[in-house]
Protein backbone atom coordinates (compact mmCIF):
# COMPACT_ATOMS: atom_id res chain seq x y z
CA UNK A 1 0.00 0.00 0.00
CA UNK A 2 1.17 3.03 -0.73
CA UNK A 3 0.92 5.57 2.07
CA UNK A 4 2.98 9.12 2.12
CA UNK A 5 3.91 9.92 5.56
CA UNK A 6 3.30 13.24 7.29
CA UNK A 7 6.50 15.56 8.24
CA UNK A 8 7.16 15.96 11.90
CA UNK A 9 5.01 19.44 11.95
CA UNK A 10 1.89 17.89 10.63
CA UNK A 11 1.74 14.66 12.95
CA UNK A 12 -0.78 14.59 15.09
CA UNK A 13 -3.17 12.16 17.13
CA UNK A 14 -5.76 10.15 15.45
CA UNK A 15 -8.60 11.15 18.05
CA UNK A 16 -8.15 15.04 16.78
CA UNK A 17 -8.04 13.99 12.99
CA UNK A 18 -10.29 11.33 12.55
CA UNK A 19 -12.39 11.38 15.24
CA UNK A 20 -15.11 10.22 13.30
CA UNK A 21 -13.64 7.13 11.91
CA UNK A 22 -12.80 5.98 15.22
CA UNK A 23 -16.50 6.58 16.72
CA UNK A 24 -17.47 4.65 13.14
CA UNK A 25 -15.12 1.68 14.35
CA UNK A 26 -16.28 1.51 17.71
CA UNK A 27 -19.59 1.67 17.33
CA UNK A 28 -19.37 -1.40 14.45
CA UNK A 29 -16.77 -3.47 16.48
CA UNK A 30 -17.60 -6.25 19.00
CA UNK A 31 -18.03 -5.39 22.53
CA UNK A 32 -15.38 -8.19 23.49
CA UNK A 33 -12.48 -7.87 25.52
CA UNK A 34 -9.58 -8.91 23.62
CA UNK A 35 -7.08 -11.53 25.25
CA UNK A 36 -3.58 -11.01 25.57
CA UNK A 37 -3.06 -13.87 23.57
CA UNK A 38 -5.19 -12.63 21.09
CA UNK A 39 -3.95 -8.98 20.64
CA UNK A 40 0.04 -9.82 21.15
CA UNK A 41 -0.41 -12.07 18.11
CA UNK A 42 1.89 -10.44 15.71
CA UNK A 43 2.80 -11.27 12.01
CA UNK A 44 0.48 -13.88 9.44
CA UNK A 45 -1.36 -15.62 12.46
CA UNK A 46 -3.08 -12.29 13.71
CA UNK A 47 -6.51 -11.25 13.42
CA UNK A 48 -6.71 -7.54 11.92
CA UNK A 49 -10.35 -7.21 14.19
CA UNK A 50 -8.45 -8.08 17.62
CA UNK A 51 -7.62 -4.20 18.02
CA UNK A 52 -8.61 -2.87 21.70
CA UNK A 53 -10.79 -0.31 20.59
CA UNK A 54 -9.37 1.79 23.73
CA UNK A 55 -6.13 2.12 22.28
CA UNK A 56 -8.04 3.89 19.10
CA UNK A 57 -7.98 7.28 21.48
CA UNK A 58 -4.43 7.34 21.93
CA UNK A 59 -2.72 6.29 18.37
CA UNK A 60 -0.31 8.82 17.20
CA UNK A 61 -1.29 9.07 13.09
CA UNK A 62 2.25 9.60 10.75
CA UNK A 63 0.45 9.21 7.35
CA UNK A 64 -2.10 10.32 5.03
CA UNK A 65 -5.21 8.39 4.76
CA UNK A 66 -4.10 6.95 1.11
CA UNK A 67 -7.21 4.65 0.13
CA UNK A 68 -8.63 3.92 3.52
CA UNK A 69 -5.75 3.48 5.24
CA UNK A 70 -3.44 4.98 7.44
CA UNK A 71 -0.03 4.50 9.95
CA UNK A 72 -0.40 4.67 13.18
CA UNK A 73 2.09 4.44 16.39
CA UNK A 74 0.65 3.17 19.82
CA UNK A 75 2.26 4.70 22.83
CA UNK A 76 0.11 2.32 25.09
CA UNK A 77 2.09 -0.61 23.70
CA UNK A 78 5.92 -0.65 23.63
CA UNK A 79 9.10 -2.84 22.84
CA UNK A 80 11.76 -3.38 25.88
CA UNK A 81 13.75 -0.46 23.99
CA UNK A 82 10.69 1.63 24.37
CA UNK A 83 9.53 1.59 20.75
CA UNK A 84 6.06 2.25 20.38
CA UNK A 85 3.64 -0.53 18.86
CA UNK A 86 2.86 0.30 15.04
CA UNK A 87 -0.46 0.08 13.05
CA UNK A 88 -1.29 -0.12 9.27
CA UNK A 89 -5.13 0.37 10.27
CA UNK A 90 -7.41 0.53 7.16
CA UNK A 91 -11.08 0.12 6.53
CA UNK A 92 -10.80 -2.35 4.24
CA UNK A 93 -9.30 -5.07 6.07
CA UNK A 94 -11.23 -4.02 8.40
CA UNK A 95 -9.18 -3.42 11.29
CA UNK A 96 -5.45 -3.02 11.85
CA UNK A 97 -2.35 -5.17 10.62
CA UNK A 98 -0.09 -4.36 14.50
CA UNK A 99 3.88 -4.98 14.90
CA UNK A 100 6.19 -4.94 17.57
CA UNK A 101 7.67 -1.79 16.27
CA UNK A 102 8.21 0.88 13.52
CA UNK A 103 11.22 -1.15 11.98
CA UNK A 104 8.94 -3.72 11.68
CA UNK A 105 6.73 -2.36 9.52
CA UNK A 106 8.71 -1.17 7.49
CA UNK A 107 10.05 -4.12 6.89
CA UNK A 108 7.13 -5.96 6.12
CA UNK A 109 5.95 -3.16 3.78
CA UNK A 110 8.99 -2.96 2.14
CA UNK A 111 8.68 -6.68 1.12
CA UNK A 112 5.40 -6.57 0.11
CA UNK A 113 6.05 -3.42 -2.11
CA UNK A 114 9.06 -5.29 -3.74
CA UNK A 115 6.51 -8.18 -4.56
CA UNK A 116 3.97 -6.37 -5.95
CA UNK A 117 6.51 -4.57 -8.13
CA UNK A 118 7.99 -8.07 -9.48
CA UNK A 119 4.40 -9.30 -9.87
CA UNK A 120 3.36 -5.93 -12.17
CA UNK A 121 6.81 -6.55 -13.82
CA UNK A 122 5.95 -10.01 -14.99
CA UNK A 123 2.46 -8.97 -15.64
CA UNK A 124 4.23 -6.39 -17.86
CA UNK A 125 6.80 -8.56 -19.48
CA UNK A 126 4.04 -10.95 -20.18
CA UNK A 127 1.89 -8.19 -21.69
CA UNK A 128 4.58 -6.88 -23.78
CA UNK A 129 5.11 -10.38 -24.97
CA UNK A 130 1.78 -10.99 -26.27
CA UNK A 131 1.96 -7.14 -28.04
CA UNK A 132 5.26 -8.47 -29.77
CA UNK A 133 3.19 -11.46 -30.99
CA UNK A 134 0.31 -9.40 -31.90
CA UNK A 135 2.85 -6.58 -33.58
CA UNK A 136 4.18 -9.46 -35.81
CA UNK A 137 1.47 -10.63 -36.18
CA UNK A 138 -0.33 -7.27 -37.76
CA UNK A 139 3.05 -6.24 -39.59
CA UNK A 140 3.80 -9.82 -41.26
CA UNK A 141 -0.01 -10.14 -42.23
CA UNK A 142 -0.33 -8.36 -44.99
CA UNK A 143 3.17 -9.64 -46.19
CA UNK A 144 1.93 -12.98 -45.82
CA UNK A 145 -1.25 -11.85 -47.61
CA UNK A 146 0.19 -10.54 -50.35
CA UNK A 147 2.38 -13.26 -50.69
CA UNK A 148 -0.73 -15.87 -51.33
CA UNK A 149 -2.21 -13.66 -53.52
CA UNK A 150 1.36 -14.34 -55.39
CA UNK A 151 0.85 -17.98 -55.46
CA UNK A 152 -2.50 -18.38 -56.15
CA UNK A 153 -1.81 -15.35 -58.97
CA UNK A 154 1.12 -17.48 -60.55
CA UNK A 155 -0.80 -20.99 -60.15
CA UNK A 156 -3.92 -18.98 -62.01
CA UNK A 157 -2.04 -17.95 -64.67
CA UNK A 158 -0.21 -21.16 -64.58
CA UNK A 159 -3.49 -22.99 -65.31
CA UNK A 160 -4.63 -19.83 -67.66
CA UNK A 161 -1.43 -20.65 -69.74
CA UNK A 162 -1.88 -24.74 -69.73
CA UNK A 163 -5.25 -24.08 -71.07
CA UNK A 164 -3.57 -22.37 -73.97
CA UNK A 165 -0.85 -24.60 -74.59
CA UNK A 166 -1.46 -27.22 -77.86
CA UNK A 167 -1.35 -30.58 -76.84
CA UNK A 168 1.23 -32.72 -78.48
Not at 43 to 64: A, V
Not at 71 to 90: M, R
Request: hydrophobic fraction near 40%; glycine fraction near 4%.
Amino acid sequence: MGVNFLSTNNIEWFYQTDKQWIDDWIDSAPDDEISDAEYYCYGEKQEPTNIRNNYLKSLLKISEDQDGYVFLLNPDVKTNDGEWEAWAFGTKLPGAYRYRSFEKMMRVEKKQALTEIEEESNFLSQSKLKLTKIMLFILLSPLILVNSVFVYTFRLFSWIGSLFKPKA
